[in-house]
């Protein structure tokens, strides 16, 4: 890489950290300066952590191949009954088994 390159690279890496830390800042200063959540506000801040879940995941179910996807499906139906840590435990076994022919 020439020195251009860098500074492009260093230049973005910047920007993103400025961005990262300027959202989560402005947003802690909003949210800070409300003395009343609005209904709808709480209801589509509750609803991020879903939605940011389902863009992660979304991708892999779709384009990860047949392990993947069963193993999704299983920690999903585990997730709606046991932990958090069950649940992981079990879609890495699931995809492990599959991966070495176990299952």
Do not use: C
């Amino acid at each position: 890489m020439d020195t251009v390159q860098h500074f492009d690279l260093l230049f973005v890496i910047l920007a993103a950290a400025v961005a990262t830390f300027a959202t989560r800042v402005g947003g802690y200063v909003l949210i800070t300066q409300l003395k009343h959540i609005p209904p709808r506000l709480e209801a589509a801040l509750n609803a991020v952590p879903a939605a940011v879940l389902t863009t992660l995941v979304a991708p892999a179910f779709v384009s990860g191949g047949i392990e993947v996807a069963a193993s999704m499906l299983v920690a999903f139906a585990v997730g709606l009954r046991f932990s958090t840590l069950r649940m992981l435990v079990v879609g890495w076994a699931v995809v492990m088994a599959i991966r070495h022919g176990i299952l």
